[in-house]
Every structure is written in C-alpha cells, then in structure tokens.
T-cell receptor, first 113, second 116 residues
Framework: KAGVTQTPRYLIKTRGQQVTLSCSPI?????VSWYQQTPGQGLQFLFE???????NKGNFPGRFSGRQFSNSRSEMNVSTLELGDSALYLC????????????FGPGTRLTVL | AQTVTQSQPEMSVQEAETVTLSCTYD???????LFWYKQPPSRQMILVIR??????QNATENRFSVNFQKAAKSFSLKISDSQLGDTAMYFC?????????????FGKGTHLIIQP
C-alpha cells in the first residue's frame, strides 16, 4: 500500500503571494490532518478534514484554509504569505476521523522570501 | 487545553547503551492516547510506539518501551541496545478522546544522538 504523498516537496514564494499544497492519503483513508512545523513554535495542528468537511481547526489565522475532495485528497492554501509562514507542512492520513492512528507524509518545505 | 513537555532538548549516548527520554503532559481528559514519534534528518515522522491511557500495561515495540505513569502524567520512552539509526528528533505527542479531529499536541522534541 502506498504511503502518504505530498506535493510539491519544496517551494519558494515571496511575501504577499499565495500557495497551495497537496496531500494524497493512504488508499482507503478518509481523514487528513495538516500540521505546521517551525523551529520556534514546533509542531502545531492546523486542521483536519473528513468526508470533505473541516472537523476542527487549530489556532491559525484565516489566511490558512483547506479543502478535501471526494477521493479524500486534500489541499491547504495560505494566502498573503508572510515570512513567518516559512515552515515544514506535514500532512497525516487516518482511516477515519476518530482514529488515533496517524500516518505522516514526507512534508512540504515552504520558504517565504 | 493539553500541554506536552519534553525537558531534554538534546541527549547523547554511545551505541548499544540504553537511553530514556522524558515526557510529561497535562490534561483534564480521562481517556486519551500518547505517542512517541521519531523524525530523522529526512523529516519523515515515524510512529515509534503508542499507549492507550485506559491500558495499565506499558506498550513495547522491540527495543522500544514506555513507562506510563497515569497519575503522575508521565510517559517516558526507553530505547534499549541503541543503534546509530536511532539518531533523530523524538517527539512525545498527546491525542484526546476526539481522536484525529482534535489533532495531536506535540512536545518540543528531544534530539537524540547515538555515538559510534
């Protein structure tokens, strides 16, 4: 079974631009969670999607949004990029929303200049 | 809100030694899950071990075992016969009763270095 895939793996943007990151979960998994990892704040929960619905969101501004498609693939979008958005963005796949099993993808490294 | 604290930013041991990583947490929930994740230089997060709070028996996975003290809210990871490939960041994480919908709460991590 293929693991979680994230694209692109690396991305460089400039302040003010917007970016879209993609995550394909493990086949059969219906829940996708997103996390941001920075040296200063560590790993923080962004949001979780299940059955195309956002179930929960962490403490992030409205510039951070996401969506999930009927095939469970998820995208997250960050608008009006700031320097502080530079981070490793990790996606995690779970069989269902209440599952305690989360399988992580390799991450997307976003650099904002 | 729950918090997870890892008090050891970095640890270094010799190959084949046993090492214990500390983790404490704070929560008002009675049913929850605790995890140790490993993040090697590749940045891929790998689940090392999982503990369900309602289970009194400590989880073990080959060379990895935990010491779960629910009353003390302590969840340490013991790595026996450490290997060079164990060098990585180790994160302690908490998940509440809501499961994935609530997300994982991570500690700041411990950088473990295994010396040859």
């Amino acid at each position: 079974k293929a693991g979680v895939t994230q694209t692109p793996r690396y991305l460089i943007k400039t302040r003010g631009q917007q970016v879209t990151l993609s995550c394909s979960p493990i086949s059969g998994h219906r829940s996708v969670s997103w996390y941001q990892q920075t040296p200063g704040q560590g790993l923080q929960f962004l949001f979780e999607y299940f059955s195309e619905t956002q179930r929960n969101k962490g403490n992030f501004p409205g510039r951070f949004s996401g969506r999930q498609f009927s095939n469970s693939r998820s995208e997250m979008n960050v608008s009006t990029l700031e320097l502080g958005d530079s981070a490793l963005y990790l996606c995690a796949s779970s069989p269902w929303t209440a599952s305690n099993e989360q399988f992580f993808g390799p991450g997307t490294r976003l650099t904002v200049l | 809100a729950q918090t997870v604290t890892q008090s050891q930013p970095e640890m270094s041991v010799q190959e084949a030694e046993t090492v214990t990583l500390s983790c404490t947490y704070d929560t008002s929930e009675s049913n929850y899950y605790l995890f140790w994740y490993k993040q090697p230089p590749s940045r891929q997060m790998i689940l090392v071990i999982r503990q369900e709070a309602y289970k009194q028996q400590n989880a073990t996975e080959n060379r990895f075992s935990v010491n779960f003290q629910k009353a003390a809210k302590s969840f340490s990871l013991k790595i026996s016969d450490s290997q060079l490939g164990d060098t990585a960041m180790y994160f302690c994480a908490f998940m509440g009763e809501g499961g994935g919908a609530d997300g994982l709460t991570f500690g700041k991590g411990t950088h473990l270095i295994i010396q040859p």
